[in-house]
C-alpha cells in the first residue's frame, strides 16, 4: 500500500499572496504568527505578506530569530515567542529554513509532549496536527510548502537530524513567483539545484512508484528547461522554478531521497554549507555511484534534461549523457561541483558515519556503506 499527502489547499502563479487573507478568515483564525528571517524584513519581501494583513485588519507578530540552517534554540525562542504572542496559527514567509522553523513550532505547540526538540527526530508519533501553518516560499527550492518533512541542526552535536511528521504539511501552499524575484543569482541557482535533486533523488529511490514518477519527471523537465532563466531572473523562468520545485515536493516528500541529501545534511552541519549548495555540490557525483542500480531510469532523467536521441543509446551512454547534462546545467548557473578547500580530511571519516546514519539514506537505491560515502566526499575533494 502507499500512501500520498499533499497540502489541502494551495495557490500558484503571480498575486497568489493576495488569496491569504481570506484564507484566514474563512479558516476562522486569529491572530497570526509571522515567521521569516532578517534578511527577506530587511529588504522588504516579507512585508508584501503583512501588508496585505494589515489591510485586511488581520493582527500578527514578527517572529525572525532564523538562521540559514535553523538550530534547536531557534525553534525553543519562536515556541516560547508564539506563546507570548497568543496566535493561532502561522504564516511562514521565506525559505526551507523559515518554514522548517514554523514546522518544528507548530509541531510543539500542538503536542507540548515533544517540547525536547531532539525527540522529534524520525518519524515521531504525535498525535495533533501542527498549528494551521500557511506557507509561503521565497525560494524555488526546498518545496517545504508541501512536504511532510523539516530539517533541524543540532549545533552542540554537530549534525543535523530529519523530521518526518504527516502532522506538520502546512494546509496552505501560496507560491507566488513574484516573492522570489528578488533572490539573488547564487542563491537562486543553489536552490534550484536542490529542487532537481529532490526530483532525481525521489524518481530513484527505493520507495518511488508510478504516481510518484509522474511528478518527478515532470519537475525534471521543468527544472531543467527553467533554471538557467530563473538565475536571470526572467519572468519564464521564475514561473517555471515556482511550479517545478512544488511539483517535485509533492513526489519526494510521499517517497524518500536518497544519500545525496544525507551527505548535504553533514556538509551543512560540519561547515554551514547552504543546503542547496551541497546537494548540488554533490548531485554528479551521487549520480555515478547510483547509476548501477537505477535500470532504465536515466534514459527517463536525460530525455526529461532535453537530451536527444536517447532511445538509440545503449544503457552506459543514456546513463552518462543524464550526469553530464545535470554537470552542466549546474555549471551553467555557476554551481562548482567540487569540495575543495571546504571539506577537511579530518572530518571525512566521522562525516561519512553521520551521513550513513540520515534518516534520508535507507532510501538510495544502490546499498551503501560509510566506506563507499567516504569514496564520494574525497572524489570531490
Known sequence: MNKFMLNETSYHGAGAIKAIPEEIKNRGLGKVFVATDPDLIKFGVSQKVTALLDEAGIAYSIFSDIKPNPTIENVQNGVEAFKAADADCIVAIGGGSSMDTAKAIGIIIANPEFADVRSLEGVAPTKNPSVPIIAVPTTAGTAAEVTINYVITDVEKKRKFVCVDCHDIPVVAVVDPDMMSSMPKSLTAATGMDALTHAIEGYITLGAWELSDMFHLKAIEVISRSLRGAVENTKEGREGMALGQYIAGMGFSNVGLGVDHSMAHTLSAYYDMPHGKA???LLPAVMEYNAEATGE????IA???????????TQEEYRRSAIDAVAKLAEDVGIVTSLKGVAKEEDIHQMSVDAYNDACRPGNPRETSVEDIEKIYRSLM
Do not use: F, I, L, N
Open 279 to 281: 546537494c548540488a555540490t
Open 297 to 300: 531510469k536515466y534514459r527517463e
Open 303 to 313: 530525455r526529461a534534461m532535453g537530451v536527444q536521441g536517447v532511445d538509440s543509446m
